[in-house]
């Protein structure tokens, strides 16, 4: 069986690049426009959007892993950025996304961390489909400033072999 939705974005000129954006049913409105000098930079960028959707999703993904052995890491705090670079067609992209989760609890706080982190990735939607085409690097802290995962490495015992 497939699971499937649609998930409506509405946008509608308000003048040159800036659009105003209704999301689907949520009654949620922005404005969204391009950084000067093409637009004037009065809302959210097409590049910010998508960095915001990955960081969301990946943020709402530990939560549900850890949610999933009655752990609550909260408040977590989230760092995004997207490198936009040129191409080898000289075309602007975004070259790769960097999120930093710092979760608002110690590790030690935190039972079955190691087995959260190994797989909340895997949860993400939006971090998932986009990673296709752009590398997403993904590092998480505790609220120590401990480096619990970074990239692909697990550094938290015993998924620190994964």
């Known amino acids: 069986m497939q699971d499937s939705h649609a998930n409506e974005v509405v946008l509608e000129q308000i003048e040159k690049f800036q659009f105003r954006a209704r999301f689907g049913g949520s009654g949620a409105e922005w404005v969204v426009d391009e950084p000067e000098p093409i637009g004037k930079n009065g809302g959210p960028s097409p590049e910010q959007l998508v960095t915001a959707g990955v960081a ?59 087995r959260a982190l190994s797989q909340f990735e895997n949860f993400c939607t939006v971090a998932s489909s986009i990673s296709v085409a752009i590398p997403v690097n993904v590092t998480v802290y505790d609220s120590e400033g401990v480096r619990l995962k970074d990239g692909d490495t697990c550094l938290v015992a015993p998924c620190a072999d994964n």
């Open 56 to 114: 969301n999703c990946l943020s709402d993904s530990l939560m549900f892993a850890l949610s999933k052995f009655r752990q609550d890491p909260s408040p977590i705090r989230t760092v995004a950025s997207a490198r936009v670079g040129r191409n080898d067609a000289n075309r602007l992209r975004i070259l790769a996304i960097d999120v930093e989760i710092r979760l608002g609890k110690p590790a030690s706080a935190l039972a079955h961390l190691d």
